[in-house]
């Protein structure tokens, strides 16, 4: 099972929570793997069979707990640095910090099917994951703006045509 959490981490290491079939053919080629290789994953890991082996299916399939592997996925993304495409604008949050939130907000991105959704889907999994009162603006275009925020815990940043605001306030 080790050898597979392992292949998973060397896949998706923008800890994107997904593997794609461009993905596992990429691996494939990269590590000269048989042309199997990717029907075999495929066949064995993407139960709705939609082309995509999303981290859940994969921890169903090997018995393993999903949340322990999310966190090991994203804490492995985290050390690899900053996703492809993220332009940092301003910054105060720790590098880790940074790169754990461009991740989660790419994701949010990725799983939601309108841009209106995905602030909030991103200050839900944000509060879960990192305790309460995230903010998130997402914006498309020039902007201005000031605001108050718990010291290190500021990050703006542009990804495509996109501009993230998040911060955390202080607890009151």
């Not at 794609?20 to 066949?43: H, P």
């Not at 069979?49 to 399939?61: A, M, N, Q, R």
Request: charged share 25%; glycine share 6%; aromatic share 14%.
């Amino acid at each position: 099972m080790e050898a597979f959490k392992e292949a998973w981490f060397a896949i998706d290491t923008q800890g994107k929570l997904q593997i794609s079939a461009e993905d596992l053919q990429a691996y494939m080629q990269k590590n000269n793997y048989d042309e199997s290789f990717v029907n075999k994953w495929l066949n064995l890991f993407d139960e709705d069979k939609s082309g995509t082996i999303e981290l859940e299916e994969f921890c169903d399939v090997l018995g393993l707990n999903y949340k322990e592997t999310m966190s090991e996925v994203r804490e492995k993304a985290a050390s690899g640095g900053m996703p492809d495409g993220v332009v940092v604008v301003y910054a105060e949050m720790e590098i880790s910090w940074q790169i754990k939130i461009a991740q989660l907000c790419l994701e949010g991105l990725r799983v939601n099917k309108k841009t209106k959704d995905v602030p909030i889907w991103v200050k839900k999994k944000a509060d879960e994951m990192y305790g309460r009162l995230w903010h998130l603006v997402l914006l498309n275009g020039q902007f201005w703006c000031d605001f108050g925020y718990a010291p290190g815990h500021a990050f703006i940043f542009k990804f495509e045509k996109h501009i993230f605001l998040v911060w955390k306030t202080p607890l009151p």
